[in-house]
């Protein structure tokens, strides 16, 4: 799963979403994986009862907490997967605003649309909601432009939810996960 290089993240946290990129997921080479419960009480369930889907696990209708996975990784040829990983690090380079701070990608993909098409096309990227800002490089991206609050980045996620809305009737549905109140 070398296309999942320089993605920040915890093994725990791709597992919940099943992270994935370039048409791979966690899910084709998650194994197992063994959780606490929340009643203390620690279980391993198979790959097959986790219900995986896309950035969806059993894991995000549960409050149980990941503590361990079995992965099955392809064996392949050292230099080859460090070049391949080097190709992915250099393509989220160019595309995407990894320089500034971010929740990484804030909506996720429609069922036939591209959200950060659609937000692009809504003329959104570069607007910016006190601290908050649609990336100028990449509209999928909201990025803290050095003072944002969280109520800054919440309004102008709830803005660009609603004006793509209002232009296009599509309903973009969060990637990131809003914790609290």
Known sequence: MNLLAGIPGTIGGAIRM??????????EIVKEVTYLQEDGTIQMLPNEELNFSYRHSRFKDTQGII?????ELEKGNQEEIK???????????????VNM???GSTFKRG???????????????????GGAQVSSKH??????????TAEDILNLIDYVIQVVYEKF?????????????
């Open 139 to 148: 509209a999928g991206f909201i990025v803290n432009k050095g003072n944002a």
């Open 67 to 71: 503590i361990g996975a079995k992965l």
């Open 169 to 181: 009737g599509k309903i973009l549905e969060l990637e990131v996960e809003v914790l609290g109140e």
């Open 111 to 129: 069922v036939n649309f591209i959200s950060a098409q659609l937000i692009d096309e809504a003329g959104l990227k570069g607007y910016t909601i």
């Open 101 to 103: 701070p971010s929740a």
């Open 83 to 97: 070049q391949k990983m080097e190709t992915y690090k250099k393509a989220r380079l160019e595309k995407q605003p």
């Open 18 to 27: 099943n992270a994935g990129a370039y048409g791979k997921e966690m899910k």
